[in-house]
């Protein structure tokens, strides 16, 4: 009988938005054993994207249990784990039964864009009725948009959770029952998976973390509360919501599996996590995080600044209970690596995701083609849900190649969107971005983005920064190895292994004719599609 290794590591459950992966890091951040499984995407009408949140837990249990199994194969026992962070998809909307435990709909994903009624309607709110901000007091109109954003950090938009949750009442009888009955109970990806994994229905937590939160409209961002301007606006009791907890403490134990008694320690937001991964931590410090899809966020430290050009503010990270919160400006682009997958499973052009980086490199240009995806609207710095998917400037000339290199400079250009009005709100300049997630492991996407943006793109070696902030978190919550995610230099031995540099190496004046090319695609897709039916 072969004897297992004792050993200290850290477990993250990363709950992205089409698959899940339970990761095992020691203390330098090198990863000791993992486990990845996709689960299904539910696409039922136009614009929709829906989940089942059983599916979503069921994942969650394959992975912590196939990696625990991966860890004893490489000789160390799963005793070895000693506490878990979780991160995931954050404005995800989950409704389940208070009284059952069970999902009463199919969970709305972040990007679905089914709710642009249900933000007219609320703009009309705003406009008409307004925010009442103290009894009998309502701002209306435009100094109602800035009450909101002043409490909020966020727009009115398809992309946050509260209008999700919304709509569901106006088209789902059994959550509006619950919610009248005071039988629901609401929240986002992590909050869903934690009440499972601490004992559903019997035992389990009904909590959410800071960062989660703050993607709702539902949080003040000063107090961060639940606040009840907000609540009364948006017509949902605060019977349905979850307590507010930091990214990092102890909230509970796993109640079966593997893993089985192990803590559960921190708790944060998938872009949050990746910018606490890669070390993001001070005023300045900046991170572009490449998946389905992208999100630039940008470490503003204690201090709240608001955006006058399009961006969101919003909770950075909350390192325990009693600290103080760190916040961020952030630039969400709906569509990245999804464009990708897109010209692969649709269109066939690919016949795998990383070929896009070979065919793009075919040709040195896009012949004139630009590609502004906006398959479900526009995110930041526009907000546009009525923005149409455009591919312009196609001729006889036009390839795969010059499609597949139109996508990849996409993804650069609303970077460099962003970036602008980052520069504008924060009154300084970019001299580098650092960046994770799948799509930046192809060295051509790297290469337009840095010739694109006019700025050093630095790509670290291990670039599981999501997962890896979520570890952190929950390390520094029973400050095993020293770590305490509020003294960086605790954290100096992690994730060492070194970056790579992509440097611009793209002619300024036509650097400057493609962005003007670009933001004159972008006009012609903005407001496409106005007229939206019940």
Same mark, same amino acid.
């Given at each position: ?38 689960y ?16 979503i ?90 009450a ?50 601490t ?8 909590? #959410? ?10 949080? %003040? ?88 050009h ?11 209970? %009693?600290?103080?919160?760190s ?6 682009i ?12 649709t ?9 896009? %980086? ?39 000339? #036009?390839?795969p ?20 009005s ?11 971005l ?8 192809? *060295? ?29 978190l ?9 770590? *305490?995610?509020? %003294? ?24 400057? #004719? ?11 897709s903005?407001?496409? *599609? ?5």
């Open positions: 009988m072969v004897t297992l290794k004792q050993g200290e590591f850290v477990g993250s459950l990363d709950c992205g938005t089409t698959s899940t992966r339970f990761l095992i890091f020691d203390k330098y951040a090198n990863i000791v054993a993992e486990y990845q499984i996709e299904p995407q539910y696409y039922p009408e136009p614009g929709w994207h829906e989940q089942d949140a059983d599916e837990i069921e994942s969650c249990d394959t992975c912590i249990t196939e990696a625990c199994k991966a860890l004893e194969s490489a000789g160390w026992s799963k005793d070895s784990v000693k506490v878990i962070g979780i991160t995931n998809q954050r404005e995800t909307a989950v409704a389940w039964s208070r009284k059952t435990g069970k999902p009463l709909t199919r969970a709305i994903v972040w990007d679905d864009s089914r709710t642009k009624n249900s933000v007219v309607h609320f703009e009309h709110k705003l406009a008409t009725v307004g925010l009442e901000v103290k009894p009998g007091v309502f701002k209306k109109g435009e100094e109602g948009v800035q909101l954003k002043e409490i909020t950090g966020l727009p009115i938009s398809t992309y946050f959770s509260a209008i999700k949750l919304h709509w569901m009442f106006d088209h789902r009888e059994d959550v509006k029952k619950a919610h009248d009955e005071d039988d629901l109970l609401f929240g986002t990806v992590e909050s869903w998976i934690v009440y499972r994994l004992g559903g229905v019997k035992s389990g937590l009904h909590i #959410t973390e800071v960062t989660n939160a703050s993607r709702t409209l539902l949080l %003040n961002l000063h107090t961060l509360k639940w606040d009840s301007v907000l609540l009364n606006f948006f017509e949902i009791k605060p019977s349905v919501l979850p307590t507010i907890v930091s990214s990092s403490e102890v909230y509970g134990e796993l109640a079966y599996g593997m893993l089985k008694g192990v803590k559960i320690g921190g708790l944060i937001g998938d872009q949050q996590g990746a910018l606490v991964g890669n070390k993001c931590l001070k005023q300045g410090e900046a991170k572009c995080t490449y998946g389905t899809g992208a999100f630039l966020l940008f470490c503003t430290g204690e201090e709240i600044v608001k955006s006058s399009g961006l969101l503010s919003t909770v950075a990270y909350q390192a325990g209970p %009693n600290a103080k919160p916040y961020a400006l952030e630039g969400s709906a569509v990245a690596g999804s464009a990708i997958k897109w010209l692969r499973d269109m066939n052009i690919l016949s795998s995701a990383a070929e896009v %980086n070979s065919l793009a490199a075919k040709v040195p240009d896009t012949g004139g083609v630009y590609f502004v995806t906006a398959f479900s609207g526009l995110l930041a710095p526009y907000w546009d849900p009525g923005a149409a998917g455009l591919l312009i400037g196609l001729s006889s000339y #036009t390839t190649a010059h499609i597949a290199r139109a996508t990849l400079e996409a993804n650069a250009f609303q970077t460099r969107e962003i970036l602008e980052m520069k504008l709100d924060s009154k300084s300049d970019l001299k580098h650092k960046v994770d997630g799948g799509m930046t492991n192809g *060295d051509m996407v790297m290469e337009i983005l840095a010739d694109i943006g006019g700025f050093t793109v630095i790509r670290p070696e291990m670039r599981e920064s999501t997962a890896l902030g979520s570890a952190l929950a390390g520094s919550a029973i400050r095993i190895f020293g770590w *305490d995610v509020n %003294n960086p230099e605790t954290l100096a031995e992690v994730n060492t292994q070194g970056s790579r540099e992509f440097k611009p190496g793209m002619d300024e004046a036509l650097r400057e #004719t493609n962005w003007q090319g670009w933001k004159r695609a972008v006009g012609r903005l407001g496409w *599609d106005e007229g939206v039916d019940e």
